[in-house]
């Protein structure tokens, strides 16, 4: 086992002339919590579709547990661990909380749905989507209809479902966007608990929840990596903060 997961080595992407990820070498550390941030525009969503696999890089290598997935599919990447949550987009809405899990289990598995007609295999997946809902702390609202969760809840139960494919690593899309102090408070939570036993990465905007539970951070900017460090580290150099100057300065201060 290498100590780090997930490895970009001069990561590059093109749009028509205009380079949005520039020579990107990344690092992620087995056991992490890694944010990606940077200022709007800085090429975080492009350099994380690379990532994932959404997009094709124009140049540079990928490693995952040292191994070449530069050329892999979304879905290849997934069977060895590799998870985007939200990938799946796992939440059917007029389904109830527990069907919904029920799902991506049966599409992680990968079996036909014919074989989780007999009871013993239908309790058996019952069982284990609870368990996910418990994990989540969703196991309250198991018959609740999933259009009727709070939009946190929803979060929560995507989470789950991309749990239920036993991640080794797992990609989140800014988590918390869009979301009251409340339910930023509960998914950050909810993160943390989840990092166990395996690494996040992650990209976020909001510096609370980044300096709150990253153990690492990668700073973008203008399509390279500006700085790379612990929150305490990056926060402190004088380019990252120059660089969030004008766009949200003040950012860095993790005041809200
Ligand atoms: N499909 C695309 N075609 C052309 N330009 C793009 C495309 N996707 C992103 N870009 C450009 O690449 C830069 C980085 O974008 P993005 O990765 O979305 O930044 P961030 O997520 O950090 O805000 C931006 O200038 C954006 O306009
Ligand atoms: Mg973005």
């Excluded at 579709?49 to 290598?61: A, E, I, R």
Aim: aromatic letters at 6%; a neutral charge; one cysteine or more.
């Amino acid at each position: 086992m290498t100590a780090m997961v997930l490895e970009a080595i001069g990561l590059t992407r093109d749009f028509k002339g205009f380079t949005a990820v520039d020579h990107v070498d990344l690092r992620v550390q087995r056991g992490h919590i890694h944010a990606l941030i940077g200022p709007n525009g800085a090429g975080k969503t492009t350099c994380f579709n690379l990532l994932t696999k959404f997009l094709v890089p124009s140049s540079g290598q990928i490693l995952f547990n040292g191994r070449d997935i530069t050329a892999a599919t979304p879905s290849q990447i997934a069977r060895q661990g590799v998870i985007r949550s939200f990938q799946i987009s796992a939440v059917f809405a007029h389904l109830t909380v527990l069907e919904n899990v029920r799902i991506g289990l049966q599409r992680a598995l990968g079996t036909s749905f014919r074989f989780w007609q007999s009871e013993r295999a239908l309790a058996r997946l019952n069982e284990r989507a609870m368990e996910l809902l418990a994990q989540v702390d969703l196991d309250r609202f198991a018959d609740s209809i999933a259009a009727d969760l709070p939009y946190g809840r929803k979060r929560a139960l995507e989470i789950a479902t991309t749990l239920g494919m036993e991640p080794e690593l797992m990609l989140l899309d800014e988590p918390t966007q869009g979301m009251g102090h409340e339910d930023v408070h509960r998914v950050t939570e909810l993160i943390k608990k989840i990092s166990a036993g395996r690494t996040i990465l992650m990209v976020e905007h909001n510096m609370s929840v980044v300096a709150g539970i990253c153990d690492r951070i990668s700073v973008l900017q203008r399509g390279a990596m500006l700085a790379e460090g612990t929150y305490a580290e990056v926060s402190a150099n004088p380019q990252v903060m120059a660089a969030y100057m004008g766009t949200s300065a003040g950012e860095l201060e993790g005041a809200h």
